[in-house]
């Protein structure tokens, strides 16, 4: 390992990073000019014997519509140039507080002044017949770091979830060789494989409970239009469909194998392969184990310390943020927990590198970790594009016929709704007093630009809310509208605008690939490669005419 070039501070802040995904690579990008003045040492322990990689994306590669390089979002070569040590390959099997050191599974003990949490979420594994479900409460965790997830009890043949490299190869397999891929659970996870499995050539299926897919995100009409566009796609929709027990077949050296996943009303869905795509759980087990609290998460302050020690923090999808309990306040744990995305995970590790700095060197105080923004959330499939904002709850007929609301804090609350179901479009307005709350917008890319904008500046709608619906029409004039003001944001996921991208372009990036290396829109769940195209589109137009 290269030796840093700067002096080495006489008692350097020990800092040890557990996790090394899109989150923790983030933080160690972050860290690295601290690192480099010899004012802190940084040491990465990583499950995965691989540096990291865009786990939101993972869906992508698992049908071949993106290499391993594309999914690359770190230098880990430039991290171990700064002096940052990383084990990977290797778990942390216990977390040591009262000597303030964390465990490794191949004997190493790491003391820290610092320990960030950056573990991230494992898949849901569903109760059924057919399948070991670990509970993970009390476990402790597995010594071989590739049994992180599995815990001794792996899938059976032909069962698989979709959360990293390996699970991607069991997808490529199938989808390559065209075979019939179940998908259980209509999450956004779950439609936007199934969409890219038969857009690849295989036969795929999602089967679910509810009535709509995605039905955390949109309401009955979004959800509809979305299940109809898929069976356009040839993706087959299974509804009010209760998966119990899976049915198997034996291969020829006498394993069992995924063949059919049973349903409570007797129905029997054959496949060649069966992905699990039942929502994620954070990784807790270390710190529960440490006695620090948790509950959907690891328990954090507005700061990201821990509820239980303040020398422990926590970032990304492990993170639950939550105002510490004081005494004698009521033991019931918070509601709500990690948001899943990868945008607030990212903005937690950059606040949280800013604090370390800021506290380590003594140049002043960093500003508060702003609270958790509406969560704006992307279906990416070719020819489908959804997008869901704030709250989308209610219902145009929740007022009475007399024009009286139906609940006093629905007052002021009106929604407005147009659906053309045959061409697969949707769009949902909730406002309260003329300003957007939240919207849900199916096959409608323009006017979800549009109305993003809307949401996140506060305006308000125009009277007629069907003017809106024109930015994707046959007449739409780029020149209306604010989606191309310079202020409004691209990627939500980084924090992006149109104006950051113009001056991009204007020194030379100007394809969407530039563009994500020179200010990373479109490096995290890459839903707004599409807007991005039209910004530089627009610029190059503009340069053009001037």
């Given at each position: 390992m290269s030796e840093r070039s700067t002096s080495q501070t006489p008692n350097p802040e020990r800092i040890v990073l557990v996790g090394y995904g899109p989150v923790?690579?983030?933080?160690?990008?972050?860290?690295?000019?601290?690192?480099?003045?010899?004012?802190?040492?940084?040491?990465?322990?990583?499950?995965?014997?691989?540096?990291?990689?865009?786990?939101?994306?993972?869906?992508?590669?698992?049908?071949?519509?993106?290499?391993?390089?594309?999914?690359?979002?770190?230098d880990t070569f430039a991290a171990r140039e700064a002096g940052v040590h990383l084990h990977l390959g290797v778990s942390v099997t216990a977390i040591l507080r009262s000597r303030s050191a964390v465990s490794l599974s191949d004997g190493t003990l790491l003391t820290y002044d610092r320990l960030v949490l950056a573990t991230g979420a494992r898949?849901?594994?569903?109760?059924?017949?057919?399948?070991?479900?670990?509970?993970?409460?009390?476990?402790?965790?597995?010594?071989?770091?590739?049994?992180?997830?599995?815990?001794?009890?792996?899938?059976?043949?032909?069962?698989?979830?979709?959360?990293?490299?390996?699970?991607?190869?069991?997808?490529?397999?199938?989808?390559?060789?065209?075979?019939?891929?179940?998908?259980l659970g209509a999450g956004v996870l779950g439609m936007e494989i199934a969409l890219a499995a038969a857009s690849a050539g295989a036969q795929a299926c999602v089967v679910y409970h509810g009535e709509i897919p995605m039905n955390r995100n949109l309401d009955r009409g979004g959800g509809s239009v979305l299940a109809q566009s898929a069976r356009r796609a040839g993706v087959t929709m299974v509804n009010h469909s209760r998966?119990?027990?899976?049915?198997?077949?034996?291969?020829?050296?006498?394993?069992?194998?995924?063949d059919a996943l049973i349903c409570a009303d007797g129905k029997q869905i054959h496949g060649d392969l069966l992905l699990l795509s039942c929502g994620v759980g954070a990784r807790t087990e270390l710190a529960q184990l440490a006695g620090l609290p948790v509950s959907t998460g690891i328990l954090v302050d507005s700061n990201l310390q821990s509820w239980g020690d303040p020398r422990v923090y926590a970032i990304g999808d492990c993170a639950h943020v939550a105002p510490a309990r004081r005494a004698g306040e009521s033991t019931t744990l918070p509601t709500g927990g990690p948001s899943g995305l990868i945008g607030p995970g990212w903005r937690q590790a950059d606040w949280l590198a800013r604090r370390f700095s800021n506290e380590v060197l003594g140049t002043g105080e960093v500003h508060a970790l702003i609270g958790a923004a509406s969560a704006v959330v992307m279906l990416k499939a070719e020819g489908i594009e959804v997008v869901s904002v704030g709250n989308t709850a209610a219902d145009p007929w929740d007022r009475g016929v007399d024009g009286h609301a139906a609940a006093c804090d629905a007052a002021s609350l009106y929604v407005s709704q147009w659906a053309d179901p045959e061409h697969g479009r949707y769009v949902k307005m909730v406002t309260r007093e003329g300003i957007l709350e939240g919207f849900i917008c199916v096959g409608m890319p323009r006017t979800a630009a549009e109305l993003t904008l809307l949401f996140e500046r506060g305006s308000e709608l125009p009277a007629d809310r069907s003017v809106l619906l024109r930015y994707d029409g046959p007449d739409y004039e780029p020149s209306v509208g604010g989606a191309f003001n310079p202020g409004a944001t691209v990627c939500w996921c980084n924090g992006v605008t149109v104006g950051a991208i113009a001056e991009s372009a204007e020194v030379g990036n100007t394809s969407v690939a530039c563009i994500g290396a020179a200010t990373r829109a479109g490096t995290g769940c890459g839903g707004c490669k599409m807007r991005i195209g039209e910004v530089l589109e627009r610029f190059a137009t503009s340069r053009a005419t001037s």
């Open positions: 923790g690579a983030r933080f160690v990008e972050e860290l690295l000019p601290l690192v480099r003045r010899g004012a802190a040492t940084l040491t990465v322990v990583g499950a995965e014997n691989t540096d990291a990689y865009n786990r939101v994306l993972i869906a992508e590669h698992a049908v071949g519509n993106a290499d391993r390089d594309s999914l690359e979002i770190t898949a849901n594994i569903p109760t059924l017949d057919g399948i070991i479900r670990v509970h993970r409460d009390r476990q402790m965790p597995a010594a071989d770091a590739a049994a992180l997830d599995t815990g001794g009890a792996t899938l059976p043949r032909g069962v698989t979830v979709l959360r990293d490299l390996d699970d991607a190869q069991r997808v490529l397999a199938a989808v390559t060789a065209g075979k019939r891929i179940v998908v998966a119990e027990s899976l049915l198997f077949h034996q291969d020829d050296d006498g394993v069992d194998r995924f």
